[in-house]
C-alpha cells in the first residue's frame, strides 16, 4: 500500500507491534516512520536497530509535516505528551489514537484546534499482521482520511467499524483479549504439566490447538457452540472435561471478565478527562 509518513508519539510495545507488522510485514518502508518517545534514547535506539525507523527525541520532527501521528502512551502521559506535540500538529493531518477509554473529544481539546481523530483499538497481534482492531472516529474525519486510517491498520489485520462509545466493549474483548488467551495458555500448560507431558509438548500441542480452532472460527459458518459439539462425543472426554468448566463456572467469569475491562475502558477516560481538562474548560 501507499504510505505517507507515520509519525509514533510513544514508543511502547503498542507502537511496536504495530511498527513491527508494519515494517516485517513489507508494508512500508521503515524510512516513512518516525518515532518518539519520554525519556528512553535506549528504547528508540533499539527500534531503530530492530526496525530501521527513524527515531528522535525531537516532537516537532517527529509529529511535523507526517500525514499521520499516532498516540501511544499510556493515559497518565497523554496530556504532558499532546502538549508537547500540539504547536506542530494542524488540521490537514490524521491524528490516531490507541489509547484505551478516552475520548476523540478529550484527545480534541487537550489539543485546543479542530483535528481530524480516528480511535483504533488494536491488539499486540498486529506484529503478526494478525490484530483484530476496530476503528471510530469524529466529525471532522473525511472519507479519504478514514479509508487511509482504515488502510493502516488493514495492513497489519483486520479491521472492524463501530460507534465511538462502543470501543470501550471493543477494549474489553479484544483488545485486552490476547492477554485472556495467553492466560488461558498459561494454565492449560500448568494442566498439562500436571498430567504427565513436558513443558514443550505441552506448549507446542496448545499452541497449534488454538491455531487451529481459531482458524476453524474464521473459516466455517457453524456456530461455536456447534464446533464444540463437534468435538464432544457423548459419554467421552470432552464432555468429561466440560462438565468441569460449567461446575467452576468458567463461562460467568469469562463474562464478568470482559465486562469489567470494558467498565474500567470508560472508568479510565472518565477519570482521564475530569483531571486532564481541569484547565481546559
Ligand atoms: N499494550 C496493548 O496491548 C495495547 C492494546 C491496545 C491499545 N493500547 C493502548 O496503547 C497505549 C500504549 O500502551 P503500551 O502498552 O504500548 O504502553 P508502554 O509500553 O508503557 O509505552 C508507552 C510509551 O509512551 C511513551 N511516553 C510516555 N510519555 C510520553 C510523552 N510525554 N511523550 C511521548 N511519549 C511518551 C513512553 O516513553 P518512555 O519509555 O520514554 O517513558 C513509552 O514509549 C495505551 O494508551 C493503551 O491503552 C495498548
Redesign the pocket.
Known sequence: MHMNTIAF?????????IINGLVNGGVCLPEYIKV?????ME??DFLNQAYGVSVTKN?QETVGGASIII???????????????KDYVDSSQVII??????SSETIRKLFGKELSIVR?????SAALQRSATALACNSAVTADQLKQAAGLFEAIGTVTHVLEHQLDAV?GLS??G??YIYYIAEALEKAAEETGLEKETAKALIAQTLLGAAEMLLTSEKEPAVLRKEVTSPGGTTEAGIEKLEEYKVSEAIAACVKKAKER?HE?GEIFAKNALKEHT
Open positions: 508519539v510513544g514508543a511502547g510495545s503498542m507502537a511496536e507491534a518518539t518517545n519520554r525519556s528512553s528504547r528508540l516532537k498516540l501511544a502512551m499510556k493515559p497518565k502521559d497523554v496530556k504532558a505528551g499532546i502538549e508537547s506535540i489514537s490507541v489509547l484505551a477509554g478516552i483504533a483499538m488494536p491488539n499486540t477494549t483488545g485486552s490476547p492477554a475502558s479510565l
